[in-house]
């Protein structure tokens, strides 16, 4: 039978369980886009590559599938770039294929050649370039097995365009050296895991802290089976949050510059704190000599790199989390812990301050109203800035996967691709893509994505006239000095959505009920302006150089 | 804290690219590589990298930690002196007069040294010897003109077959 590279390359991916691509053509990767067309994958032509990535990493996040997407030669390669380093720092499986000029072209600073391989080498957790027709295949299957083992990461697949157009007669497959097992249940992995234990049964105040790598291994029932087992208070990094049902009554938030008190508080006045799957980012760390004064910290890590890489560790095991849990559970001694648990929950009360905002003021409690009129189940996108803070404190994730943002890079127009990856992925659920004005400027054009797809990804704008993280930096540390922060009020937002062919609605964070109640009656996608006050910050807050206990409540203190 | 030398031997997948990857580890570590050798094992699919860098007691648990990470990286250990045998191959060109010739000549007795090619006026020497026989060979031939100088750095393998290609 005859083949074109393209073919082997499109029946490889289908055989792996690729059901979904997000991409963009150009003439290099024709090819393969003409091979899609009469495939069972569903190509999904977004409008800018950047986000095929965010789409592909959006998709990956909300069904623990590995997402893919697809680029040209050249700028549409370069432009996964943002999209490829956000899936590498929060390890989501992914994998990115590009075109590339001819082989016999590379080097010559052909039409639309930039090595790419090269070029994403340090934000890539592997990548290959085909050279011959005979390794497609096995490359291909390869490339997977690399992007969701182990710690996963994204992985890039260069494919020259006459690879792509090459014909076989028949199926040849090459043997390729076989990727690195994990080789880390080792009886001295056992044994580390037992001390561990030992100590957490021996703590008197611990605290389990739980990073993105519970989502990675979805070790979610093993993580409630010992949290609940153990009674043991848990909170998380900004990657962990809805790893366990966050309306919980051992949850205490979310650690970090930008978290909650009583989770912070633990931490600074725990004894013992197991640590699963995180690596103790200065984000959530804040200054690390005073991090956890008091505690012995105990890591579980996949990735031996994570291993006291930031914050010493005293105790380790580099293991699966998913294995290493279902040792560490049977261990557990069931124990008293009301006292401590009391204790901070008291600490809890006399902080919360009669805020139901969480200190996000009305823009907070629109994020609330919001998720009480969706159907349980609806997914929420964060962008970045005040509106992820205000999503992260405000939104109830009720099931794992159903809060989605960009941790690690923090990249300013993840949320609305992000939201198309994920509706598309959940066989098109509903999902709320929050942003501001800045965020949604930096990606806008996905408004025809979803208009064209008639996709059920509403967006809900905070608009201030801001970059309103920015300016609450500048207002609290750089003596109200506003530079470059003003975006200007000048624009018509909800005008622009519906000239993308969205319904859409203006409201003010303070009366948004009737906005919010058309949003959520609607079926498919909706625009929703929320008018929000310049200074709608967020408190408390961590100054630069702070620990994580030295919070502040407002501009004076 | 006190910097020496780490020699770290490594078994790797003999692809394009891998180098650059390793390279691109130590470079953002901020570790500078002294000496790098690689060449194929007698399984044509694997190359032996050996690679010396100077650096502190820190460097081998992280250094270690990032390259086992690569996925061409079959491999990597740092080498116990005690444990390995090490050797580096110094080939040196050298103008000869009539005055230095006897001198220089006899590095071929005093150290073992072979001469690979010689006119009569430009000698090339190849020498084979630990670091340390490396350094006395160069510092005694410094006093004549050492006009080129190139070394592989070392190779070292463990004592007793450590590790298999
Ligand atoms: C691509 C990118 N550029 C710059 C930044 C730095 N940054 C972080 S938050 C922020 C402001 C975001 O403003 P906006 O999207 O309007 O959201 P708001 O803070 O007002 O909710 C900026 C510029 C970033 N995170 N990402």
Redesign the pocket.
């Known amino acids: 039978m005859k083949q074109t590279g393209a073919e082997i390359l499109i029946a490889t991916l289908a055989e792996l369980g690729v059901d979904t691509i997000f991409g963009y053509p150009g003439a290099s990767s024709l090819p393969i886009h003409d091979c899609l067309r009469e495939s069972p994958i569903r190509h999904y032509l977004v409008r800018h590559e950047q986000a095929a990535a965010h789409a592909a990493d959006g998709y990956a996040r909300a069904t623990g599938a590995t997402g893919v997407c697809l680029a040209t030669s050249g700028p549409g390669a370069t432009n996964l770039v ?1 999209g490829i380093a956000t899936a590498y720092m929060d390890s989501t499986p992914m994998i990115a294929l590009t075109g590339q000029v001819s082989t016999n072209l590379l080097g010559s600073d052909a039409f639309q050649e930039t090595d790419i391989v090269g070029i994403t080498m340090p934000i890539t957790k592997h990548s290959f370039l085909i050279n011959d027709v005979s390794l497609i295949e096995s490359t291909v299957q390869e490339a997977f097995e690399i992007a969701r083992s182990g710690r996963p990461g994204p992985v890039l697949i260069d494919l020259p365009q006459d690879v792509m157009a090459a014909v076989v007669t028949e199926r040849i497959t090459a043997n390729r050296p076989s990727p690195k097992k994990d080789h880390y249940t080792s009886e001295e992995t056992i044994d580390r895991l037992k001390k561990i234990a030992k100590h957490l049964n021996n703590a008197e105040k611990p605290v389990i802290l739980i990073g993105g790598g519970i989502k990675l291994a979805q070790a979610f029932d093993e993580l409630q089976e010992l949290v609940e087992k153990g009674q043991i208070p848990f909170v998380s990094t900004m990657m962990g949050i809805g790893s366990l049902k966050s309306p919980h009554d051992l949850n205490l938030g979310f650690i970090g510059t930008h978290g909650n008190e009583p989770a912070n508080h633990s931490i600074h006045r725990s004894d013992f704190i197991l640590a699963i799957g995180v690596r103790f980012t200065n984000r959530s760390t804040s200054i690390v000599e005073e991090f956890a004064p008091l505690a012995t910290i105990a890591q579980i890590d996949i990735d031996p790199t994570s291993i006291g890489k930031n914050i010493k560790a005293d105790l380790s095991a580099v293991c699966d989390i998913r294995k290493a849990l279902g040792i560490l559970s049977p261990l557990l001694e069931h124990k008293d812990r009301r006292e401590w648990l009391s204790r901070i929950k008291k600490k809890h009360e006399l902080m919360e301050r009669d805020d139901k905002s969480n200190g996000c003021g009305a ?1 907070g409690l629109v994020v609330q109203k919001v998720q009480e009129n969706m159907p349980e189940g609806t997914i929420g996108t964060a ?8 999503t992260l404190r405000n939104w109830r994730a009720l099931a794992p996967r159903t809060l989605i943002t960009s941790g690690g ?5 993840f949320s609305l691709p992000a939201a198309v990856g994920a509706s598309v992925g959940k066989n098109r659920c509903p999902v709320i893509a929050f ?8 990606n806008i054009q996905e408004l025809a994505t979803v208009g064209f797809y008639q996709l059920p990804v509403k967006i809900v704008l ?3 006239g ?7 930096i500048q207002d609290l540390w750089y003596g109200a000095r506003f530079a470059d ?1 003003y ?1 200007g009020n000048h624009m018509n937002f909800t005008a622009i959505a519906r000239g993308f062919g969205l319904p859409a609605a203006h409201v003010s964070a303070e009366n948004p009920e009737a906005g919010i109640r058309e949003m959520c009656a609607s079926d498919g996608p909706f625009f929703l302006e929320v008018e ?1 006050d ?1 200074q709608n910050y967020v408190y408390p807050i961590i100054p630069p150089g702070r620990s994580n206990v030295e919070m502040i409540y407002d501009k004076a203190t | 804290m006190q910097e020496r030398e780490h020699i770290i031997s490594m078994l790797v997948n003999n692809r394009p690219g891998v180098l650059s990857r390793i390279s691109g580890v130590f470079g953002r570590l901020g570790y500078n590589i002294k000496s790098l050798c690689v060449a194929e094992t007698m399984n044509p699919d694997v190359s032996r990298i050996t690679l010396v860098s100077r650096a502190n007691s820190n460097f081998t648990e992280k250094i270690k930690k990032n390259l086992d990470k690569l996925i061409d990286i079959v491999e990597v250990k740092e080498l116990d002196r005690g444990e390995s045998v090490s050797r580096e191959l110094s080939l040196l060109g050298l103008v000869l007069t009539a005055d230095n010739r006897p001198d220089i000549l006899r590095t071929v007795d005093l150290f073992g040294c072979r001469i690979l090619s010689i006119t009569d006026n430009y000698v090339i020497l190849a020498a084979i010897g630990t670091g340390e026989e490396t350094a006395t060979i160069l510092n005694y031939l410094k006093a004549y003109e050492i006009k080129d100088l190139a070394r592989t750095g070392a190779i070292a393998i463990e004592k007793g077959g450590g590790s298999r290609d």
Not at chain 1, 466 to 472: A, S
Request: glycine share 18%.
């Open positions: 943002t823009a962008d970045v800035g005040l509106n992820q803070i205000w890079m923090g990249t300013m127009g942003t501001g004005d800045g965020g949604l400027l930096m905070f608009n201030n801001h970059l309103g993280m920015i300016r609450q922060s975006l929000v310049c």
